[in-house]
Every structure is written in structure tokens, then in C-alpha cells.
């Protein structure tokens, strides 16, 4: 869609004025405000252009204008001031990772936060996560009788625990040695490798690789790993939640796994590391989420773990400000996981 420098400038002041008031914006407000070297009434003709274009809609007749989902997605292709967060901004937000850059869920519940607070919405945040499983260690504690505690760690330290039950009683001396001799006989090794490795240990090594096998299988066929989430109460405090049932269920779609799996599968999983998806009312597939805007990242090694990083909120959204934030997460994620994880 072809439009003059003019019209590009109305469009671009109405979405921030529409983001900033949650009203409809008229010509008068736009010239008074931003000192408009134009009359009122060339402004009301450039909106009038606009509006027949589908970027701008007129809620009521006497009424201004607010921009359309076409608006946003036009704004955000083309618009968008593609700069980066104050720099001291970027510094606090570096500190506070590099405090916390030995702890894997410490620094993935600090993105949710530092994600909700800078762009005052709704985060998401996945734990990096590997399309193969690779074992890295094994611990067997013995808690009553047959039971005992797998505690089952990944390479990008993913842990999974679970409770077995094994066929006869075992002590933990026997339990810790055949732990240390599965630590070192499957380490590094995917599901398939360790499979392979049941001629090498007893009927009890054998039963113990039998579930690891099974755990790790389904580990890998979950489409992410643990998500974390924060800022649920800053979109519910935007008019467009507070008036409408509609628009507080799509926050059900960060609750759902099942929900959030098939958009991340659809979107982001498949990108680049570091590159911006932003989904505006849907984009016509998920119907949840008509109401709203989604702002998502890949992050981590792609040969290696990855993740996403992510923000939901109104239509009505802060772009540049949310793109710049959710991207400057992802890069530090990815270092975090370059630095620390990596295989």
C-alpha cells in the first residue's frame, strides 16, 4: 500500500495518540498537539484517505478516528522507530541478569518480570529447550520400600524428577552405584544412544534405562519446555480487558499449554534466533486472540537449546517500545545460553 510522507505522518500520530488516550483521535487534537504545519481540515481529508484505505475506522459519526487492525499491522511493517532501549535501561537490565546468570530459572522468571514491566503487559517466557534430549546426569535416592526418586538431569540443565517403583528393595549404596555407572556410561547420549547401552549393565541398570529412555522420549516430544509467565494484572487493568469478557480470555491462551505449543509451533519455534514475530487480532487464525497483539522472539543456540520470549497484550500496544524490549531479552537470553548451557 502506497502512501504520501503526509499520510504516513497522520497515520503514525493517530496510533500514538489512540496507544496514549485509549480515545479516538481528532484533526484538531493533532494539529494543536504536534504543531502541525497544516489546516484542521486538510488533516480531517488525510484521515478521510486513510479511513478508505482501511487504516483508520470512525467509531461514530461526529467521532474521531482509530486506527484498524490493517492500521497496526501497516504501522508496525513500516512505521516502527526500529531503535534500541535507553541505554541505562539496558544496563539495569544487564546487571540484574549477570546477578543471577548461574540459576537457569532464575533468569528465566527475571525475563518474564523485566518483560511485563517494560512493556506493562502480559509475558511469556519458555525454558531453553533441545529438539534432542541429551542426558548429562543421573541421581537415585531411596525414599520407602520399592520407591525411589529419579532425579533426571539434561544438558542445558533441564531436571526432570519422578517417582519408580522397581521390583525388589534396594539399598542407597546400591542405588548411588548404579546411578554413577548410568551417569557415566549415558552422558551426552540421546534417547536412541542409551537405548543401545542395555547389554552393559544389570537386569536393575537395565530397568532404570528402560524409564529413562521413556522420560526422555517424551521430553523431546514436548513442543517447549517450562513457560514462564508474569503481568497478567497489567492487561487486565487496560480498558479494552476491563470492558470486555472477550478480550480477558485470551489471556486463557497463555494458561493453556496446549494453546500457547500451537502458537509458538506456528510462529516463532521456526524462525530465526533474534528475529521479531508480531501477530496483530489473530491474523485471522487464532480467534482467542482477535482483541489482541502478541510480540514473540526465538532465543538461545539454534544448534543447540532455544526458546521463546514473548509479550500479549491490546491491539492498542506500544510497538516500538515492545519490540525493542522483547528483543533486547531475547539477545541477552541467547548469550546466557551461548555462555552457560550450550552443548
Same mark, same amino acid.
Given at each position: 500500500m502506497e502512501l504520501t510522507d503526509r499520510q504516513k505522518l497522520i497515520l503514525t500520530l493517530v496510533i500514538h495518540e489512540h496507544i496514549r488516550s485509549a480515545q479516538p483521535i481528532g484533526s484538531k487534537t493533532l494539529v494543536d498537539k504536534y504543531n502541525l504545519a497544516m489546516s484542521s481540515a486538510t488533516v480531517r481529508n488525510e484521515m478521510a484517505a486513510l479511513t478508505d484505505c482501511n487504516l483508520l475506522r470512525q467509531p461514530h459519526t461526529s467521532a474521531g478516528r482509530v486506527p484498524t487492525e490493517e492500521g497496526y499491522r501497516f504501522f508496525v511493517r513500516n512505521l516502527v522507530q526500529k531503535s534500541g532501549l535507553p541505554t541505562t535501561t539496558r544496563r539495569t537490565i544487564t546487571h540484574q541478569f549477570y546477578q543471577s546468570r548461574q540459576d537457569v530459572e532464575q533468569w528465566l522468571r527475571l525475563a518474564a518480570s523485566v518483560l511485563a514491566n517494560q512493556s506493562q503487559a502480559a509475558s511469556l517466557v519458555t525454558a531453553p529447550h533441545s529438539e534432542k534430549t541429551i542426558f548429562k546426569h543421573l541421581e537415585l535416592i531411596a525414599t520407602h520400600g520399592r520407591q525411589v526418586l529419579m532425579v533426571l538431569v539434561l544438558m542445558g540443565g533441564e531436571i526432570r524428577q519422578q517417582f519408580i517403583s522397581l521390583a525388589e528393595p534396594v539399598s542407597q549404596e546400591q542405588l548411588s552405584e548404579i546411578a554413577n555407572q548410568l551417569s557415566h556410561l549415558c552422558l551426552r547420549r540421546d534417547a536412541e544412544g542409551i537405548l543401545r547401552l542395555e547389554d552393559q549393565v544389570d537386569a536393575l541398570g537395565k530397568d532404570i534405562l528402560d524409564i529413562l529412555v521413556t522420560e526422555m522420549s517424551l521430553i523431546e516430544e514436548a513442543a517447549t519446555g517450562e513457560i514462564y509467565l508474569d503481568g497478567m494484572t497489567?492487561? #487486565? !487493568?487496560?480498558?479494552?480487558?476491563?470492558? !470486555?469478557?472477550?478480550?480477558?480470555?485470551? @489471556?486463557h491462551i497463555l494458561e493453556e499449554r496446549s494453546l500457547l505449543e500451537n502458537l509458538l509451533a506456528r510462529t516463532v519455534m521456526n524462525a530465526d534466533v533474534g528475529g521479531i514475530q508480531v501477530l496483530i487480532g489473530g491474523e485471522?487464525?487464532?480467534?482467542? #486472540?482477535?482483541?489482541? !497483539?502478541?510480540? @514473540?522472539?526465538?532465543?538461545?543456540d539454534p544448534d543447540s537449546l532455544t526458546g521463546s520470549v514473548g509479550v500479549l497484550g491490546p491491539i492498542r500496544m506500544p510497538y516500538d517500545r515492545t519490540i525493542s524490549t522483547v528483543r533486547f531479552v531475547a539477545n541477552v537470553l541467547s548469550d546466557l545460553v551461548s555462555e552457560t548451557l550450550a552443548v
Open positions: 497489567n492487561v #487486565l !487493568s487496560e480498558p479494552e480487558f476491563a470492558e !470486555s469478557d472477550e478480550a480477558r480470555q485470551a @489471556l485471522g487464525t487464532w480467534e482467542e #486472540l482477535r482483541q489482541c !497483539s502478541v510480540v @514473540l522472539a526465538r532465543y538461545g
